[in-house]
């Protein structure tokens, strides 16, 4: 797992958006994972500015979300979609039939896991996913646990996690306590991971993730296995290391 430490968030943001338009310019028809919260934000606000000076072009790419909260329609200011949209697919020129998130509308919640699952085995896999990281080594939604699951399912959120995500929300009490979750062999299996850390609060997490342990109590410690895994931190982040 290689790292690179930024001097500050701006220029995380860049890094991240020159690896992605990189993946981009190789291989124009990549299939690309992207992640939400507030961490890579600042990734997507690069990324369109490049699709706006005409350096990278998102016609030919199709992308995964690695969750997305359950129940959640889709039309809700606080689904992953709308954040996707909002934040970066409603300002390039991605289409909209190549864009793919969990169905957090789906009846048959199991189903739409194992669905999402084939599709994204049917588009050749990813071939690079964006991730962060939760404070309590959480990954997309696979919370600290005695086992992890491998392909995209149901999961439950922790205490840490509805009080971290709570901010998006009204109060803790309104944020899902479910959600569809791409799984540790879902993510692992993408051929390059691309890893954004910013903020002190991280540095703890960031410390534990590079211990040269791995455990499903810190799920994230599993990176240490990926053959093409990059973390671009911000120095605050890298502050334990
Ligand atoms: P954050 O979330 O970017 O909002 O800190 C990261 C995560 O919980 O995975």
Not at 25 to 33: A, I
Not at 77 to 93: A, C, E, R
Not at 114 to 121: G, V
């Amino acid at each position: 797992m290689k790292r690179i430490v930024c001097e500050t968030y701006d220029e995380m943001s860049q890094i991240g958006a020159y690896v992605f338009s990189e993946q981009i310019w190789r291989k124009p028809d990549s299939v690309l994972g992207f992640a939400t919260g507030g961490t890579p934000a600042g990734m997507y606000r690069c990324l369109v500015k490049m699709y706006n000076d005409g350096l990278v072009d998102f016609s030919k790419v199709t992308t995964f979300n690695l969750d997305e909260y359950y129940p959640m329609s889709k039309s809700s200011s606080h689904s992953y979609d709308y954040f996707m949209w909002d934040n970066l697919f409603s300002k390039i020129n991605v289409r909209r039939e190549s864009v793919y998130l969990p169905n957090g509308g789906a009846a048959d919640p199991e189903k739409a896991c194992d669905d999402y699952e084939r599709l994204l085995e049917s588009r050749g896999g990813l071939d690079i996913q964006l991730l962060g990281i939760g404070n309590n080594g959480h990954i997309a939604f696979n919370e600290p646990a005695d086992e992890l699951r491998v392909r995209t399912y149901v999961a439950e959120l922790t205490a840490d996690t509805i009080e971290a995500n709570s901010r998006f929300f009204e109060s803790a009490a309104d944020v899902p306590r479910r959600a569809l979750t791409m799984g540790m062999g879902s993510i692992m299996s993408a051929r390059r991971i691309l890893m954004l850390i910013a903020g002190e609060k991280k540095a703890p997490a960031v410390k534990a993730m590079f211990s040269g342990r791995i455990t499903p109590k810190f799920p994230a410690s599993l990176l240490q296995l990926h053959p093409d895994a990059v973390v671009i931190l911000d120095k605050d982040a890298a502050s334990m290391l």
